[in-house]
């Protein structure tokens, strides 16, 4: 089917494809019977502009920012997720989209001020950002004085209405957990659940879907150990682990909320029973203790895919004026030491 042009619309309403163009996109001046005439045959005859092809005849270029925490914290998660935004960045450069990066110290508020306050470029058409510091997020969103289209990406905020959300279903993926433990532990004991920064809202929802998982099973009970404002490090882990056995004698595993396995699973060869371990993401600490069995499982947040899916939404909304997906779900991968290097974040 021929599709139809601007110059096939001009034709048949009997006026100049600049009067079109006029009408089409609400500038200039023409007669509300040319209006009403050329919209009917648009309805009629099924017109769709050709938006990129006008994009790139009005030579003007686009710049989203990735803000999100130093690619080095949280055992570089994060620079997964500019690996793939990178990725997006690399692929449209030719259709003018450019992607610049401004990282911060999430426990910091003078690193995040300064992130926010200047963006390298100076101006920006579109925001990417992980609202892991939901009041500071918060703060900022509402202090933009323009309408800047923004993704969020690895969690939300449920009151902001972003252009999309990018991530898990954090409520499923904890449910997904607990039945993990529940179909391979098969004797009653204790789940002790590690809500790293458990006021993020992806956190208090993982945790909340395990313990609803677990007690739909019934054999097995669930305690929460919470550990906020500050950097997860090795000796806080050995002294919160220390705590969990000499609280918990019945203890059979342990669901680390974030992608700090490895700094449990470190803690966990001492352990003289054998414990679960569940956390989330293949990134690089986590892999040799998936390989040696220390840690059983992860769930998989795909945040390589994340970062480049927000660009490309974006992209869409911004530069080609089409709608995105209010919600683009990552899917649950469940990575084990027999999978592990077939998976790809």
């Given at each position: 089917?021929?599709?139809?042009?601007?110059?096939?619309?001009?034709?048949?309403?009997?006026?100049?494809?600049?009067?079109?163009?006029?009408?089409?996109?609400?500038?200039?001046?023409?007669?509300?019977?040319?209006?009403?005439?050329?919209?009917?045959?648009?309805?009629?005859?099924?017109?769709?502009?050709?938006?990129?092809?006008?994009?790139?005849?009005?030579?003007?270029?686009?710049?989203?920012?990735?803000?999100?925490?130093?690619?080095?914290?949280?055992?570089?998660?994060?620079?997964?997720?500019?690996?793939g935004a990178q990725k997006a960045g690399q692929e449209l450069a030719a259709h003018k989209v450019s992607v610049e990066f401004s990282e911060y110290d999430r426990y910091?508020?003078?690193?995040?001020?300064?992130?926010?306050?200047?963006?390298?470029?100076?101006?920006?058409?579109?925001?990417?950002?992980?609202?892991?510091?939901?009041?500071?997020?918060?703060?900022?969103?509402?202090?933009?004085?323009?309408?800047?289209?923004?993704?969020?990406?690895?969690?939300?905020?449920?009151?902001?209405?972003?252009?999309?959300?990018?991530?898990?279903?954090?409520?499923?993926?904890?449910?997904?957990?607990?039945?993990?433990?529940?179909?391979?532990?098969?004797?009653?004991?204790?789940?002790?659940?590690?809500?790293?920064?458990?006021?993020?809202c992806n956190i208090s929802e993982r945790v909340r879907g395990c313990r609803t998982s677990l007690d739909a099973f019934g054999r097995l009970r669930s305690v929460m150990?919470?550990?906020?404002?500050?950097?997860?490090?090795?000796?806080?882990?050995?002294?919160?682990?220390?705590?969990?056995?000499?609280?918990?004698?019945?203890?059979?595993?342990?669901?680390?909320?974030?992608?700090?396995?490895?700094?449990?699973?470190?803690?966990?060869?001492?352990?003289?029973?054998?414990?679960?371990?569940?956390?989330?993401?293949?990134?690089?600490?986590?892999?040799?203790?998936?390989?040696?069995?220390?840690?059983?499982?992860?769930?998989?947040?795909?945040?390589?895919?994340?970062?480049?899916?927000?660009?490309?939404?974006?992209?869409?909304?911004?530069?080609?004026?089409?709608?995105?997906?209010?919600?683009?779900?990552?899917?649950?991968?469940?990575?084990?030491?027999?999978?592990?290097?077939?998976?790809?974040?």
């Open positions: 089917m021929t599709s139809i042009t601007i110059k096939d619309l001009a034709k048949k309403a009997g006026v100049s494809i600049g009067t079109v163009d006029r009408v089409l996109h609400g500038r200039g001046r023409f007669s509300a019977k040319t209006e009403k005439k050329i919209k009917s045959l648009v309805e009629k005859l099924g017109y769709q502009a050709n938006v990129f092809g006008r994009h790139l005849s009005m030579r003007r270029s686009f710049c989203f920012q990735v803000l999100v925490p130093k690619r080095s914290q949280d055992s570089g998660y994060w620079e997964q997720v500019a690996q910091s508020q003078r690193s995040f001020e300064r992130a926010t306050i200047h963006p390298p470029s100076g101006e920006i058409d579109g925001l990417v950002i992980a609202p892991v510091n939901p009041d500071r997020v918060g703060a900022y969103l509402r202090s933009v004085a323009s309408p800047l289209p923004y993704v969020f990406i690895d969690s939300t905020l449920p009151e902001f209405s972003p252009v999309s959300f990018i991530g898990q279903d954090a409520f499923q993926s904890g449910v997904l957990a607990g039945k993990l433990f529940s179909m391979t532990i098969h004797e009653p004991g204790t789940i002790a659940i590690i809500a790293v920064h458990p006021r993020d150990y919470s550990h906020d404002g500050e950097a997860l490090t090795e000796e806080a882990c050995s002294r919160m682990v220390r705590k969990i056995r000499n609280e918990n004698g019945d203890l059979r595993g342990i669901f680390v909320t974030n992608v700090a396995g490895h700094l449990i699973a470190g803690q966990l060869k001492q352990c003289p029973q054998p414990v679960r371990l569940i956390g989330y993401d293949a990134v690089g600490p986590n892999l040799p203790y998936l390989e040696d069995g220390t840690i059983d499982f992860v769930i998989s947040q795909g945040p390589s895919s994340q970062g480049y899916q927000a660009i490309y939404c974006l992209y869409r909304h911004v530069v080609l004026k089409k709608k995105c997906s209010g919600i683009i779900a990552m899917p649950l991968d469940i990575v084990t030491k027999e999978n592990l290097h077939y998976v790809r974040n």
